[in-house]
């Protein structure tokens, strides 16, 4: 499945996205749940999950790992595939609690400000 998240993100030039919710039955103790991330598919016109994390919290950090291996997952695959990461690969749809969306956009920072370019451009300015 992952060796093929960059290619059913993209069908066509459409941008299908990321859907991410979580599931709170699923552990007897309410404390604990399972977060899904599902982008949709139209060869089978089916909701296809890509990322499956448990999480024993809904803290910002707890949800910051979930996109965290994500987008590394993503951008990963997309430079193995000899394609370009546009902001538009991380278009999603999620319920947004303040701490959600806090782990979404420490995700996106932490996978932005330690890609191997930046951190050899850093090197070089100091160097």
């Not at 609690?97 to 300015?125: V, W």
Request: charged share 20%; aromatic share 10%; glycine share 4%.
């Amino acid at each position: 499945m992952q060796a093929r998240l960059s290619e059913i993100l993209r069908v066509d030039n459409q941008v299908y996205g990321l859907v991410s919710d979580k599931a709170h039955k699923m552990f007897h103790n309410q404390g604990k749940l399972l977060m899904t991330t599902s982008t949709y598919l139209p060869v089978i016109k089916q909701w296809l999950p890509v990322l499956y994390s448990f999480m024993n919290g809904l803290t910002s950090e707890h949800y910051c790992h979930h996109f965290l291996v994500l987008f590394q997952t993503l951008t990963r695959q997309r430079h193995e595939d000899g394609l370009q990461v546009t902001d538009e690969d991380f278009t999603m749809v999620i319920d947004f609690s303040s701490a959600e969306r806090n782990g979404f956009l420490q995700a996106y920072i932490d996978l932005h400000c330690k890609t191997p370019g930046m951190i050899c451009k850093a090197a070089r300015q100091v160097v």
